[in-house]
């Protein structure tokens, strides 16, 4: 299974080393991060570029899954890329390309919080497809 996370612009700086523990853990991850553009549109055509296999559009609009729903959409793709839209969100261009639209909650999170709390739950989501203590339900 390959996993690419398309993303808008560097992380925090004061973030970079939570990213860089999660990416070390996960190993099969790829991080492509497009530069920030003047509008979404064009964010969204740079990221369109880089898309490889299953698409998940993240958005606090889309549907909420558990840990193990999670694991599941890994499982079955062997080819899965994630986008995390930039400060202003992605166009709606990109979001009707999407084969998913995840939400991790209600709640709007700063993007490079959302790209930090999906990484973390990639690297649950494989703990879970490879029966390892790290994940308990
Ligand atoms: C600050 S948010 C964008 C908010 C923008 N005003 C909008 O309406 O989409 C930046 C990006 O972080 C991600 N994001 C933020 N909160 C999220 C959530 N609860 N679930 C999934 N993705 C989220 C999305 O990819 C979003 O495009």
């Not at 909650?105 to 203590?133: C, F, M, N, W």
């Amino acid at each position: 299974m390959k996993i690419r996370l398309l993303a808008v612009g560097r992380i925090a700086p004061f973030l970079r080393e939570a990213q860089e523990h999660y990416i070390r853990k996960i190993r099969n991850l790829e991080l492509i991060e497009v530069k920030k553009g003047k509008s979404v549109e064009e964010e969204g055509k740079r990221l369109e570029e880089k898309i490889k296999g299953f698409l998940v559009i993240l958005d606090e609009r889309g549907k909420e899954l558990t840990s193990r729903e999670f694991s599941g959409l890994l499982l079955r793709n062997s080819y899965i890329t994630f986008v995390v839209g930039g400060a202003d969100g992605i166009s709606e261009n990109l979001k009707k390309r999407g084969n998913f639209i995840l939400s991790l909650s209600k709640l709007t999170l700063q993007h490079d919080i959302a790209r930090l709390v999906l990484l973390e739950q990639i690297y649950r989501g494989l703990e879970i497809i490879r029966g390892s203590p790290y994940h308990r339900d």
